[in-house]
């Protein structure tokens, strides 16, 4: 289960945010610094940490997110 892996591990998400609103390589952009608001779509992104670290349902696994969740080629 991808809950139990990420405590066994002690696996930590973190969010690099460095304000930035361009698009590109270093645009690490999630928060408005001024205002605390998401930038773009960043809600979708923390939301989803949000659950991976938090989720017990013993049916979210890695195999289940990568089935489900991550657009094939």
Do not use: C, Q, R
């Not at 809950?3 to 945010?17: F, Q, T």
């Not at 698009?23 to 779509?41: D, P």
């Amino acid at each position: 289960m991808f809950h139990n892996e990420k405590k066994e591990n002690i696996l930590v998400p973190v969010v690099w945010d460095n304000g930035s609103t361009a698009s590109g390589k270093e645009a690490h952009g999630y928060f408005n610094h001024a205002t605390g608001e998401y930038i773009n779509n960043a809600d979708e992104m923390i939301s989803v940490m949000v659950k991976a670290v938090t989720n017990t349902d013993e049916g979210y696994t890695l195999d289940w997110v990568y089935n489900n969740s991550a657009p094939k080629k």
